[in-house]
């Protein structure tokens, strides 16, 4: 199917030769790249697989700052710490508008916090930022230290029979993301959870599939012709269905001042801003935003800890560390908090290094440039999309020791104390970087240790027989399947929280 539809985009690519000269003739000081096709672009010269290895073999040739075309329409690539922060940091205002694909665009039409740029972005992020500031003041920890020890009972009662744990960690993030939202969790056999985590599931491995890539190469062409992508809008339409239901069962329990979750005070703000004739707290706007946080909250965080627990039984000597540290900080009565992340330099490392080595979001996300922009000697137009690759800081080699290994020590300095390092940017970094990283690393250490107080991990197979390449990274980088144990380490009552 994949080499059909090739040899017809090859055929189709020739008659649009012409065209395409025309129209790439306004393109002269952009930074070089490699020869591309017309219409195919660059994507014969990207592995589908593991787009962001092509990229960063492709920089060795090019340097930090090349271009790429996506069939007709070109982006600029920034390679390594350096050119990533350069762009993201020193010329933030720059850098920092939001890229879009024609898929998302569909999706979106352009409202939320993570698909809008200018004056709605502004409103929208920060208005978010502030919510879940206040969230993480309220309520939040207690929801993750509930969810945790769910989490614990729903593996505690399934036995010490080997299993797949990536559908009750996305359960448990899922659920801290219910609670942000909508203010309350779901039993891990709700249907309604069920169908929706199936639905984002489907979603983000097509929009990492050849057939995702496809459709962002030839939105207008395929929007006329049967096939999964249809599915990935089918999807996204029905989430947004329910998600209309649980915004209008707020509106009409909805009294003025009440916030308990984030629609509550979206709505609060709505009526705050009633008569302001820019303001862009509009139902489409709030829709949206949920859409996008209950997304980009879920799989990330889930995927993160997935990785997480394949190393443990990858590197078993990290995990006893980490447990040594949790005896000896929090013992097995009371249920981890957030403060004892600072007494367990080790374990915060080991997590840093997780985050690090498993890269959840590889090609991080579309920016755009703001305005015509000066950069390294090129210039870079208006609108045009910027891929800053966050493989290339995680894994560059002039900020990590062994950036290919998985190395607790490159968050360890001689004391054993918490080292940091400025090329840790897995929520990426400026204007646009992830609002959700203290709420992402709330979760991942209460989650984590909390398991590992319960219970020990073991692998169905020998350590050496693991492998911890990634499967795929396309949008966001998957492990190979695996099974484990959880082995209780005590039988005493639950711990119970502080
Ligand atoms: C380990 C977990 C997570 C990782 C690795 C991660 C990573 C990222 C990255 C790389 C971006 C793009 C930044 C850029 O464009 O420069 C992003 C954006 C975003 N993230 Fe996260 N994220 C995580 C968890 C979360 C959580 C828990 C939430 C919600 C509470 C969240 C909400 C968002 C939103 C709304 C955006 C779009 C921001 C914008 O466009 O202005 N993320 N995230």
């Not at 996300?365 to 891929?387: C, S, Y």
């Not at 080699?397 to 090329?423: I, M, Y």
Request: glycine share 6%; charged share 20%; net charge positive.
């Amino acid at each position: 199917m994949e080499l059909l539809l090739t040899a017809a985009l090859i055929a189709l690519s020739l008659t649009l030769l012409v065209y395409w000269r025309r129209g790439n003739s306004g393109h002269r000081r952009l930074p070089p790249g490699p020869p591309a096709l017309p219409l195919l672009g660059n994507s014969l010269q990207i592995d589908k697989r593991a787009p962001d290895r092509s990229v960063l073999q492709l920089s060795k040739k090019y340097g930090p700052v090349f271009t790429l075309w996506f069939g007709p329409r070109p982006a600029v690539v920034l390679c390594g710490f350096k050119a990533v922060k350069e762009a993201l940091v020193n010329q933030a205002d720059d850098f920092g508008a939001r890229g879009t694909v024609p898929s998302i665009r569909k999706v979106t039409n352009g409202y939320g916090i993570a698909s809008s740029n200018g004056r709605r972005s502004h409103q929208l992020r920060s208005f978010a930022i502030s919510a879940l500031r206040g969230f993480r003041a309220k309520t939040l920890e207690a929801f993750v230290q509930e969810e945790a020890e769910c989490l614990v009972e729903v593996i505690r009662k399934a036995g010490e029979s080997p299993f797949d744990p990536s559908f009750q960690l996305t359960c448990a993030t899922a659920n801290i993301m219910c609670a942000i939202v909508f203010g309350n969790r779901f039993d891990y056999t709700d249907p309604k959870l069920l169908s929706l985590l199936n639905m984002m599931n489907e979603n983000i491995k097509f929009i990492s599939s050849p057939w995702g890539q496809l459709y962002d190469l030839l939105p207008n062409l395929l929007d006329w012709l049967p096939g999964p992508h249809n599915r990935l809008f089918e999807n996204a339409n029905r989430i947004k269905n329910y998600l209309r239901e649980r915004i209008q069962v707020h509106k009409n329990m909805h009294t003025e001042g009440r916030s308990q979750d984030f629609i509550d005070s979206f709505l609060n703000k709505m009526e705050e801003e009633k008569g302001n004739p820019w303001s862009e707290f509009s139902d489409e706007n709030l829709l949206m935003s949920t859409f996008n946080i209950f997304l980009a909250g879920t799989d990330t965080t889930s995927s993160t800890m997935q990785w997480g627990l394949l190393l443990f039984l990858k590197y078993p000597e990290v995990q006893e560390k980490i447990q040594r540290e949790i005896d000896r900080v929090i013992g097995m009565v009371r249920t981890p908090c957030i403060a004892d992340k600072e007494k367990m330099p080790y374990t915060n490392a080991a997590i840093h290094e997780i985050q690090r080595y498993s890269n959840v979001i590889p090609l991080n996300l579309p920016h755009t440039v703001a305005r015509d922009t000066e950069f390294r000697g090129f210039l870079i137009p208006k609108g045009m999309i910027v891929i800053p690759v966050l493989t290339s800081v995680l894994y560059d080699p002039t900020c990590w020791e062994t950036p290919e290994s998985f190395n607790v020590n490159h968050f360890l300095d001689e004391r054993g104390q918490l080292k940091q390092n400025e090329a840790f940017l897995p929520f990426s970094i400026g204007k646009r970087m992830c609002i959700g990283e203290e709420v992402a690393q709330m979760q991942l250490f209460i989650f984590l240790t909390t398991l590992l107080q319960n219970f020990t991990i073991k692998s169905r197979v020998e350590p050496s027989a693991i492998d911890i390449s990634p499967l795929s990274s396309g949008f966001s980088t998957l492990h190979h399947p695996y099974q484990l144990y959880c082995i209780p380490r005590n039988s005493s009552p639950r711990p119970s929280r502080q």
